[in-house]
């Protein structure tokens, strides 16, 4: 009876189907728990047939291992991914609750020293040398992950380092619903149209937008009510254009002071994961966590610090210089502030400055960078350097927004060879901040859906731009349009790779500080 039950809840969770792309338009957080316990328990037999056949090759190390690290990747990226857009108490609770059975799966997975021992048999083989590029770099990767997952650790620390693991993951995920919670918690009601001086018509129309959803509903562009908030539109726009001071260094503190005190303060939780960190990096016999965070880049710790000391020297003079101009630009323009430049006027002054010394302002741009002319220069940019159309798609994959938009990219033969999610604006109440590219799925032979192609890698980028105002498309500032250029650098990197190994196709197995190089040619 109770099997049937269970068996009744898998078939008829949409998590646990085979599918193309994520269903993300029928996931709900009833679902959660009893999907990541069957796939959880599914993944823990197929890891025990693994360490029980294993031998130092491809097809009796590397694939089976592929199928359960993508597996698992997979199903999870794409609950965290609904959390991270469509946020909501149900669904942190449901996430909640496995987490911990998900990372001892991690941890057990990672420590595996029958895998740890057949990835340093292959690179200790007489066959190392003839191995591709692809697949060595996937065993280094195998050997150094083992290692700083506490392959090699005794079993007391060993012990200790597991629950080190399960700790810090917990804080992190506290830390980031704190900071979201925090960030709506902020809310400015103006019925004072003096107390806005300054905004521009944009800024004007958001914060109008917003005040109709909190339920003003007469609110007006004109007439306000307006409600400021802490999300990137509203705040930025307070920062460079309102006049009134005292407006700007009340939603300045509030934002650098986001989660720092009462049911939401993340102070303890920050110094509680210092600690975790160095006694993880001190198991593993480095001497703090940043030497643990570079073991895995292609810099150093060393490297690192001269490169930072370096920029400070570099800088610090040009800086100082800057400061002096806007202090006189400022007193020339007779503010009361003039000679006391508080971190809240500068942006203001700033803005101010530019304005006059180059004839540039911002929101006089904006016209010109609606997100379609955006999107569609960014397309053809694309089809010049790489040879890909990029078409929009539509229908064709489950979205989690109605603003959500998906395109197929196809090669100069019209055949696809990638898709991927763009969800461009800012949602205060349920969405994260800033701005990211992931991988939904990687390119693999392995995981080829007919067994003779690859499997097409599919990726998402989430930005928190403007919305739309009304019956007008999102206009978008000059550095709006700069964060969606960096972030399809990213899904450029996903989706373009022609590696048909899987563990290090597209953004997965390459090192961090290599990430952001597609990413900074593409802003740049």
Not at 296 to 304: F, G, I, R, Y
Not at 398 to 423: E, I, L, N, Q
């Amino acid at each position: 009876m109770a099997a049937s039950v269970l068996t009744d809840v898998v078939e008829a969770n949409p998590i646990l189907e085979q599918f193309v792309f994520p269903p993300y338009d029928v996931i709900e957080p009833k679902h959660v728990r009893p999907a990541i316990r069957t796939l959880l328990d599914k993944l823990e037999r197929d890891l025990e047939e693994l360490e029980r056949t294993v031998e130092p090759s491809w097809p009796k190390l590397v694939e089976p291992l592929e199928k359960i690290v993508d597996r698992l990747d997979v199903v999870w990226g794409m609950i965290n991914h609904l959390k991270t857009v469509k946020d909501n108490a149900e669904l942190r609770s449901a996430i909640e609750d496995v987490q911990a059975e998900k990372v001892k799966f991690e941890v057990r997975l990672g420590q595996s020293k029958p895998i740890y021992n057949a990835f340093k048999a292959i690179k200790e083989s007489p066959d190392w040398k003839t191995l591709s590029d692809a697949r060595r770099r996937i065993v280094e990767n195998q050997i150094t992950e083992a290692v700083l997952s506490g392959v090699s650790l005794e079993d007391d620390k060993r012990e200790q380092f597991n629950k080190i693991e399960q700790e810090l993951k917990r804080l992190s995920e506290k830390l980031g619903d704190n900071v979201l919670d925090a960030t709506k918690k902020f809310e400015k009601l103006i019925t004072d149209k003096k107390e806005i001086e300054g905004l521009p018509a944009t800024a004007l129309g958001l914060a109008a937008q917003t005040a109709v959803s909190k339920g003003h509903e007469n609110a007006t562009a004109e007439n306000g009510p307006w409600v400021i908030t802490l999300d990137a539109p509203s705040y930025i726009a307070v920062m460079q254009h309102a006049r009134n001071r005292s407006l700007r260094e009340e939603v300045y503190r509030a934002r650098i002071t986001l989660a720092s005190s009462g049911d939401l303060d993340n102070t303890v939780l920050m110094e509680q994961m210092l600690k975790l960190r160095l006694e993880k990096a001190r198991l593993l016999n480095y001497n703090n966590f940043a030497e643990v965070s570079m073991a895995t880049k292609m810099a150093t710790l060393d490297k690192a610090e001269e490169l930072l000391e370096k920029l400070h020297r570099a800088s610090w003079d040009a800086a100082v210089q800057d400061l002096e101009d806007l202090k006189k630009f400022s007193k020339d323009q007779g503010a009361l502030e003039a000679d006391d430049l508080k971190n809240w006027d500068i942006r203001f002054w700033s803005e101010r400055l530019c304005e006059s010394k180059y004839d540039i302002n911002e929101e006089e741009l904006r016209p010109y960078f609606s997100l379609p002319n955006v999107m569609n220069g960014l397309f053809d940019l694309a089809k010049t350097l790489f040879g890909v159309e990029i078409e929009p798609a539509d229908g064709l994959a489950p979205v989690w927004d109605k603003d959500v938009k998906f395109f197929r990219v196809k090669d100069s033969s019209g055949s696809p060879v990638a898709y991927f999610y763009f969800d461009p604006y800012s949602r205060p109440s349920e969405k994260m901040q800033s701005a990211w590219t992931r991988g939904v799925v990687s390119r693999s032979r392995v995981l080829s859906p007919d067994g003779t192609s690859s499997r097409l890698p599919v990726a998402l980028m989430v930005c928190n731009q403007t919305p739309p105002v009304g019956s007008k498309p999102s206009l978008m500032t000059f550095s709006e349009v700069g964060i969606v250029f960096h972030e399809f650098g990213h899904a450029l990197q996903h989706m373009l790779t022609k590696e048909d190994e899987g563990l290090v196709s597209g953004l997965r197995g390459i090192e961090v500080d290599a990430i952001e190089l597609p990413s900074q040619f593409m802003e740049n």
